[in-house]
């Protein structure tokens, strides 16, 4: 057969001595492969010319080190400004995997990386799928989370695949699979390391067995007991997602029970789904995402050896998870009977994480006690993470200072202090930034980096960088009480507080924010926080003669500090608040809630402690769980303004 | 050419478990792990800076027969830092040190981490032949009726009596003793009596007790377990050891007509301890403070049946080589594998006899004043995990040497299967 390597700009073909031919896509001038429509239409004319001259077989493979291919091309997404345009996108997909899905020849997606979204449904619409054994190689249909629909096959195939229970969860969840589970649960038909992929790839390819077909039970659950599945999805899905703020979910099991998975059948959930500003919105806020990724690019800084002082929660959590992400923690505190609960609390969270024993063991071993700080001396990034104490902190920062590298990232994880005071003993005071982790870390993506009046700008860059090597997402503030994230929140738990002081009942309060969108009542976010906490963040955001709310005052003073002590507001049996049926929620409530938050990330704008609406609408979003559909307080102000 | 003398930067050891008849919390590579990383870092250089990793270990389970390279990339020193493992029984931590010493010496390293570490109380279960073969008569079996027929000849008396490893290691495999019983041998030639070895050990404990509440012990770094729980301490030193209490002991080795019991024996533990050994110009280079220098070692052999008395024919030679005589010595460290064994070592170079016969000397070579030997006790207080404690004397001499404003001590530990190894050390401070 006759090839020119060159006839596409994103794809490179070549067919091999044995007749098979090998399609590796590599996206001109992109680092991660998406399909853009140019990409599918040179698959569209790959597969024409093999109609008239078909392979031994048809082998997919990805040019990109970084994975597979990622999805859709999402900035596609954003031009979706009528619905025809929407129906146009979904059929392309649809009908180009389906003639990949026909054709007479076998073909083969050999996965290793990431295989997502668009991605993972032209694998399914291979006859055979090969994943590659590694910690990066990922499956999954995440078009739930940017608020749309798999709509090019994922909801016919995978339920077809691996059974719709499991196939649902992960179009519901927008969960990936890893390599081995790919192979346990049917989707992937052979699991191997890199080494002989190449080879497994043609075997399996050349010898063409028919693929497992999944249990009876899953196939009688795809076909006549659907009705059941589909019950039992809507179910758990509204235990999430309210189907005003989220209608994807929904759709997708619709889709699915009622037209077969093609999206085509049902125009107007397409139409729906198009034209909600949910999708809009979680699309902006992928976007937005990037962004704050973005900012971690601009220092090549890479660090190799944390220290962090302070054993505590935050301490504990922040060198566990640094530690989990593969670098080499020294965990500092008065003693080791102090350290000792943190790295327990951490081979806990690893056991639920890792299965792999000897990658436990790796992790715990990159997690070292460190009592007497030697540490400190060879870190590159040294976070300070005692007690809310100023003096204590600035004595802590100035013997730090001494014995670091000089050119250390030196931080504080400080809710409540000024950079700008505990700096001014040091050296040199523009060396300290906040780097400002939520609780609990490894939940949480937002970390704010904290500049402080005349902070060094190698040094947060440096910040920035880190925390985006550690998977999180930096998101560059001003030193002003509270930063962002606790300053938009303070106000929005007191009226809250107050709206129980006026006699209204606590679960009717948390109600009225749930059905809002938001992830946790404001009355139980106080008692995830702490009362103690919210009574100091109130004086230091409020001023110290500012009358805290009754309610606040008689637990804190009765000593029930929430839900540490297991009894703040709402009383803990495991870990979870006991609450009892919400009262009737009075109209206009959640608006009123709201209103001090929204005035309040406005606010932080205008003082530039944040630099534009955007970058506050994403701080509140990943901070705080702030409604993800609304796209963030500022864009729902402007919305609703509208 | 003469002994080059190799500086010991720094050191530091976990604290000895003691073996309770199940595997203890922590495998072997988990107890040098521990130690390892506490030591390294506080150093001025990175891990991956070292030139090697050498780790003596007498008996390392299957899963890490060459536990020293486990262990160096356990501990961080990266792909490119080569590590090995060596094993001469009671000595294999010493060993590991005399490797490394001979490696800067002639200029392969300049810079090595090295020491010893065991975890007897993981020490294997073994199936006897008899069973071995049993399985692969088992294997061989196609049919069912094959299988049933191999399977009735099972004796289950045979599974349930497992060989037990530790007791295997514990025997000399060319005469058939067990280790407890050439200390008998000992006990008998010198006439060393019952009393006598259990007062050595409630001394061995009550030093042990005071070196701890003086906090004499610094090389000691804490374990953790992943339940939390720290060990910070030797936890088989017994602050209410007595005499009393030890002479209702039954003799373990000779059971009904001997004098060596558990408690004037070393305890079976698990246990840790690395030194960081350097060239003049590692020393330089990383600007260290060394804790002292080896300045000689030696290696000796003897009769297997008498192998307790190994520091005598290892340490005599280099005193002799140095001008020394025994009190000449500030401070010694001879291991206690055995308070009989040790008294024995004493009685030894106290005997004109044994020296003129088995050392060449003219007549007894001198006393060693008690008073300078063992200061903080020793193996029957602190235990003995085998790998392990030939690096902990080492170390612990030259702590004590610091502690004490000293300068010159010698440490030395007999070798079961008949040898002796012994090191010369003077303190820098």
């Not at chain 2, 702590?399 to 079961?416: E, Q, S, T, W, Y």
Request: net charge neutral; with cysteine; proline share 6%.
């Amino acid at each position: 057969m006759n090839i020119d390597s060159n006839a596409y700009r994103n794809w490179q073909l070549e067919v091999d001595g044995a007749g098979l031919a090998w399609a590796t896509l590599d996206k001109a001038g992109e680092t991660t492969n998406s399909l853009s429509s140019e990409v599918m239409d040179e698959l569209a004319s790959i597969l024409a010319r093999f109609d008239s001259e078909p392979p031994k077989g048809l082998i997919f493979r990805s040019g990109k080190s970084a994975g597979f291919i990622a999805g859709a091309d999402i900035q596609e997404f954003t031009r979706l400004d009528t619905p025809a345009k929407g129906i146009a996108l979904v059929e392309r997909g649809w009908q180009l995997f389906n003639r990949l899905a026909a054709v007479s020849y076998p073909t083969l997606a050999l996965v290793r990386g990431h295989c997502l979204g668009g991605g993972l449904e032209l694998a399914l619409a291979c006859r055979y799928l090969l994943v590659v054994d590694e910690p990066a190689t990922r499956l999954g249909l995440p078009e739930v989370m940017l608020g749309i629909v798999p709509g090019w096959g994922g909801m016919l195939r995978l339920p077809g695949r691996i059974g719709p229970q499991a196939a649902l969860d992960m179009m519901l969840t927008g969960k990936a699979l890893d390599a081995k589970r790919a192979k346990r649960l049917g989707l992937a038909d052979d699991c191997v390391p890199a080494r002989v992929m190449d080879n497994a790839a043609a075997l399996l390819i050349v010898a063409d067995q028919p693929r497992r077909r999944p249990p009876v039970l899953q196939r009688l659950l795809n076909g006549p007991l659907k009705r059941l599945v589909a019950g039992a999805a809507r179910k758990q899905v509204a235990r999430r997602a309210r189907v005003e703020h989220y209608p994807a979910p929904y759709a997708i099991i619709d889709i699915w029970e009622k037209y077969q998975g093609n999206a085509l059948a049902a125009p107007e959930l397409i139409d729906s789904i198009v034209r909600s500003p949910t999708a809009r919105n979680l699309v902006r806020v992928f976007f937005m995402q990037e962004r704050l990724k973005g900012f971690g690019k601009a220092s090549t800084f890479q660090a190799k050896r944390v220290h962090v002082v302070g054993a505590g929660v935050m301490g504990g959590d922040i060198a566990a998870w640094c530690a989990l992400r593969g670098l080499t923690v020294t965990l500092q505190d008065q003693g080791m009977e102090r350290i000792a609960p943190a790295l327990q609390r951490a081979y806990a969270a690893y056991s639920k994480r890792l299965k792999d024993p000897r990658e436990l063991r790796d992790v715990m071993d990159r997690l070292i006690p460190d009592p007497e700080g030697h540490g400190a001396k060879s870190a590159d990034v040294v976070i300070e993470a005692i007690f809310e104490n100023l003096d204590a902190k600035r004595a802590l920062l100035e013997q730090l200072d001494a014995v670091i590298k000089p050119d250390a990232v030196l931080a504080t994880n400080t809710s409540s202090l000024r950079i700008e005071e505990l700096s001014s003993g040091l050296g040199r005071p523009g060396r300290l930034i906040g780097i400002h982790f939520f609780n609990p870390v490894a939940n949480m993506p937002l970390v704010e980096v904290v500049a402080g009046e005349g902070a060094d700008t190698e040094i947060l860059a440096r910040g920035t960088a880190f925390v985006k090597q550690i998977d999180r997402l930096p998101l560059p503030v001003k030193s002003a009480p509270g930063f962002l994230v606790n300053a938009v929140l303070g106000p929005y738990m007191l009226e809250a507080m107050r709206a129980v002081d006026e006699g209204l009942a606590l679960e009717t309060v948390d109600e009225a924010m749930l059905a809002f969108g938001m992830p946790m009542g404001p009355i139980e976010l106080v008692d995830m926080v702490g009362l103690d906490i919210a009574m100091a963040v109130g004086k230091s955001l409020a001023g110290a003669d500012a009358e805290p709310p009754r309610c606040l005052l008689e637990r804190f003073n009765a000593g029930q500090l929430g839900k540490k002590s297991g009894r703040g507001f709402y009383e803990y049996r495991q870990g979870k608040a006991a609450k009892g049926v919400p009262g009737r929620v009075p109209a206009g409530l959640a608006e009123r809630l709201v209103a001090p938050l929204l005035e309040r990330t406005q606010q932080l704008v205008n003082d530039g402690i944040v630099a534009d609406a955007d970058l506050a609408d994403a701080g509140v979003i990943f901070g705080t769980g702030f409604a993800p559909f609304t796209g963030g307080p500022l864009n729902y102000l402007r919305n609703r303004n509208v | 050419m003469g002994f080059q003398p190799v500086y010991v930067v720094d050191g530091a050891r976990t604290p000895f478990l003691k073996g309770r008849n199940a595997p203890g919390p922590f495998s072997a590579s988990d107890l040098a792990v521990q130690a390892g990383r506490a030591l390294l870092i506080r150093q001025s250089f990175a891990a991956s800076d070292l030139d090697e990793v050498i780790l003596g270990c007498a008996s390392p389970s299957p899963d890490e027969v060459n536990i020293g390279r486990v262990v160096a990339l356990r501990l961080g020193c990266g792909h490119k830092v080569p590590a090995w493992t060596v094993m001469r029984n009671c000595a294999s931590g010493m060993q590991a040190l005399d490797s490394a010493m001979a490696n800067i010496q002639n200029g392969r390293a300049q810079l090595v981490l090295a020491g010893g570490v065991d975890a007897l109380s993981h020490a294997p279960l073994l199936y006897s032949p008899a069973m071995v073969r049993w399985f692969a008569l088992m294997m061989q079996a196609k049919t069912i009726a094959q299988k049933a027929g191999v399977f009735a000849k099972l004796r289950p008396a045979q599974l349930l009596s497992p060989v037990i490893g530790l007791l295997k290691g514990l025997t000399d495999p060319n005469i058939g003793l067990l280790m407890g019983q050439t200390a008998e041998n000992l006990a008998w030639r010198f006439g060393i009596s019952r009393h006598d070895m259990d007062q050595f050990s409630v001394a061995s404990h009550q030093r042990a007790v005071a070196a701890r509440a003086a906090g004499h012990l610094g090389e000691i770094v804490p374990l953790l377990d992943v339940q939390g729980t720290v060990y910070g301490e030797d936890d088989g030193v017994r602050a209410d050891a007595n005499l009393a209490g030890l002479s209702r002991l039954k003799p373990f080795f000779d059971r009904r007509y001997g004098r060596v019991t558990p408690g004037n024996s070393s305890q079976i533990s698990d246990g840790a301890a690395w030194l960081i050994l350097a060239s003049q110009a590692a020393v330089d280079k990383w600007r260290l403070e060394p804790l002292g220098r080896i300045t000689d070692s030696q290696w000796a052999a003897l009769d297997p049946a008498q192998m307790g008395l190994g520091p005598v024919h290892a340490a005599t030679p280099i005193l002799q080589r140095n001008g020394l005589a025994l009190a000449d010595v500030d401070l010694w460290e001879i291991n206690e594998a055995f308070a009989a064994q040790v008294l024995g070592c004493l009685a030894a170079w106290e005997s004109d006899e044994y020296c003129r016969q088995q050392l060449d000397l003219p007549a007894a070579f001198g006393s060693l004043p008690r008073a300078r030997l063992n200061v903080d006790g020793g193996a029957v207080a602190v235990g003995h995990p085998v790998g392990a404690s030939g690096a902990r004397i080492v170390l612990h001499l030259l702590f004590a040497l610091r502690a004490a404003k000293a300068r010159r001590g010698v440490a030395a530990i007999c070798i079961g299967g008949g040898q002796g190894g012994a090191m010369l050390v003077e303190s820098i401070s």
